[in-house]
């Protein structure tokens, strides 16, 4: 019998490129995860998992393409069949993964509206859970708080899709392209109000796009934006150096 504990043992550097790079992905899985151990999310489980979980917006390297490229491929995005499983297993692995996986959020409202039901098979959760896990899990994400009000307003719960693009608003500051899809969102719900004021913003930041303007101008809700105001430096410059004396019986005595 060979002795193996008298072997040597090999040094990491000679361990094959995959099994280093295995070993490394575990370890910052693991960092990660420990970030929503324990973080409950009321009626829709808990955020903790095997892997991850990750965040769709800046974990974008070896963890994402891990995911994509086993249970969220084109075909299963594309809702045509699964690729591990059942097409809704692939999906849920992928939103346990990355809860704010705005791609498979998507394929996720998709797959329930094709089914007519909130649970698809395969789901662990409702569609109403996987937004609520994604928002609990980065609160501060917009675009996911943006596809949950969509979906709240198409099945009748117009009044918290508000309170979600109302948060999104109050977050977005000058970024044109949340701007811009938060007056999208908000046209899809009815609020050509505020889908007004969202594409006169963001034309004011920059944007081109005439998607949203075409939008209102079929619905007849379009207007021109106001002119802006005259700048103060300008009406300031345009006043006299300096003012006319005051009177002498105004003076101080």
């Not at 151990?37 to 009321?42: I, K, S």
């Not at 649970?119 to 994604?134: M, V």
């Not at 899990?137 to 899709?161: N, S, V």
């Not at 719900?189 to 920059?206: F, K, N, P, T």
């Amino acid at each position: 019998m060979t002795d193996t504990a008298s072997r040597p043992k090999t040094p990491s550097r000679h361990r094959p490129a995959a099994a280093r790079r295995m070993a490394a992905l575990m370890a910052l899985c693991f960092a990660s995860g420990a970030q929503a151990l324990n973080q409950e999310v009321p009626g829709c489980g808990n955020l903790s998992n095997a892997f991850g979980p990750w965040d769709y917006r800046i974990d974008r390297g070896e963890p994402l393409m891990l995911v994509e490229s086993a249970h969220f491929t084109p075909i299963v995005e594309a809702l045509v069949r699964g690729a591990t499983g059942k097409l809704g297993q692939d999906i849920d692995y992928t939103l346990r993964a990355f809860p704010n996986h705005h791609r498979a959020l998507v394929a996720a409202a998709r797959l329930a509206d094709r089914d007519k039901t909130p649970q698809p098979q395969g789901f662990n959760y409702s569609i109403d859970c996987y937004f609520e896990r994604a928002i609990q899990f980065k609160p501060e994400d917009t675009t996911a708080r943006m596809l949950y009000a969509d979906w709240l307003a198409r099945h009748g719960q117009r009044d918290i899709a508000m309170k979600q693009l109302q948060f999104v608003e109050a977050k977005a500051g000058d970024n044109p392209i949340t701007v811009y899809n938060l007056g999208l969102v908000y046209f899809q719900v009815g609020d050509h109000a505020s889908a007004l004021r969202m594409a006169h913003r963001a034309a004011a930041l920059g944007v081109t796009r005439p998607e949203l303007t075409t939008q209102l101008k079929n619905a007849g809700k379009w207007t021109e934006a106001p002119p802006p105001a005259p700048a103060a430096s300008a009406a300031s410059s345009a006043a006299p150096a300096s003012g006319p004396a005051a009177p002498a019986s105004a003076a101080t005595p």
